[in-house]
């Protein structure tokens, strides 16, 4: 084979392998493990009693040492209801808890957010803001771990598995870090589950049993949320009920 030939054919193979790779789906981010607990930690909740939490009784307790939130046909939630730490707003932290529910409803974790009290709250006790959504549901896209707008204009403003970034423009998702089989791996059904949320100026994260499943950064120039108050959330409708324990806080 002559020289000329010799090139013509290195000039297809490379042109096949670029046009290959230029086909080829994107690849899931590598799986971020969480980080080691940082040191100081603060203690949340007492394990004992609801001291320095600020929800309605008749639905809040502490039960085997955890916090149980339960509605009933019974004693129903007027809206959606929280249970508010007392212990000031946060801004930058990061904290680690563990929780379990049933699959009637759906629950929360609220922070960096805003204690309502005007006529719009239908309870004592409505927070809106930034919420870490807890579920018992491993199925994509109902599953816990996703941030959503409560209260707010963007309903689900980052999805379980989403590297993702909300500009003046609206919503980009630039990444995939984990998909719903590997999820289903990943989540207990029925049983206690690790949450890990870190929020640090705009750029907030949240892992799922040691592993990364959300990473946003809200450029929002309006709507971003800076600081705000810490919360669990019963929701309103079918009767339901979630526990929460080992609740930690760093503040950053």
């Given at each position: 084979?002559?020289?000329?030939?010799?090139?013509?054919?290195?000039?297809?193979?490379?042109?096949?392998?670029?046009?290959?790779?230029?086909?080829?789906?994107?690849?899931?981010?590598?799986?971020?493990?969480?980080?080691?607990?940082?040191?100081?930690?603060?203690t949340?909740?007492?394990?004992?009693d609801?001291?320095?939490?600020?929800?309605?009784?008749?639905?809040?307790?502490?039960?085997?040492?955890?916090?149980?939130?339960?509605?009933?046909?019974?004693?129903?939630?007027?809206?959606?209801?929280?249970?508010?730490?007392?212990?000031?707003?946060?801004?930058?932290?990061?904290?680690?808890?563990?929780?379990?529910?049933?699959?009637?409803?759906?629950?929360?974790?609220?922070?960096?957010?805003?204690?309502?009290?005007?006529?719009?709250?239908?309870?004592?006790?409505?927070?809106?803001?930034?919420?870490?959504?807890i579920?018992?549901?491993?199925?994509?896209?109902?599953?816990?771990?996703?941030?959503?707008?409560?209260?707010g204009?963007?309903?689900?403003i980052?999805?379980?598995?989403?590297?993702?970034?909300?500009?003046?423009?609206?919503?980009?998702?630039?990444?995939?870090?984990?998909?719903?089989?590997?999820?289903?791996e990943?989540?207990?059904?029925?049983?206690w589950?690790?949450?890990?949320?870190?929020?640090?100026?705009?750029?907030?994260?949240?892992?799922?049993?040691?592993?990364?499943?959300?990473?946003f950064?809200?450029?929002?120039?309006?709507?971003?949320?800076?600081?705000?108050?810490?919360?669990l959330?019963?929701?309103?409708?079918?009767p339901?009920?979630?526990?929460?324990?080992?609740?930690?806080?760093?503040?950053l």
């Open positions: 084979m002559n020289r000329c030939a010799s090139c013509v054919l290195v000039i297809v193979a490379a042109s096949w392998i670029v046009g290959r790779a230029e086909a080829a789906p994107p690849v899931a981010d590598a799986p971020d493990a969480v980080h080691a607990e940082p040191s100081g930690m603060e949340l909740f007492n394990g004992k609801l001291a320095g939490w600020d929800g309605d009784p008749r639905l809040w307790t502490v039960r085997d040492g955890v916090i149980h939130g339960e509605t009933t046909p019974e004693n129903v939630a007027n809206g959606n209801t929280f249970l508010i730490w007392q212990g000031g707003e946060l801004g930058d932290f990061e904290v680690r808890l563990s929780f379990r529910c049933n699959a009637a409803n759906n629950s929360g974790i609220q922070y960096r957010s805003r204690r309502i009290t005007d006529d719009s709250a239908r309870n004592k006790w409505v927070v809106r803001g930034y919420q870490h959504e579920r018992n549901e491993n199925a994509f896209p109902n599953v816990p771990g996703f941030i959503y707008d409560e209260g204009k963007r309903a689900r980052c999805q379980v598995g989403e590297r993702a970034t909300w500009d003046a423009d609206g919503k980009n998702v630039v990444g995939t870090l984990i998909d719903e089989h590997e999820f289903k990943l989540m207990k059904l029925d049983d589950n690790d949450v890990v949320i870190r929020a640090e100026g705009n750029h907030i994260r949240h892992w799922l049993n040691g592993r990364l499943i959300l990473d950064t809200d450029n929002e120039p309006e709507l971003a949320l800076k600081n705000g108050v810490f919360a959330q019963l929701h309103a409708g079918k339901m009920w979630a526990e929460f324990r080992n609740m930690r806080l760093k503040r």
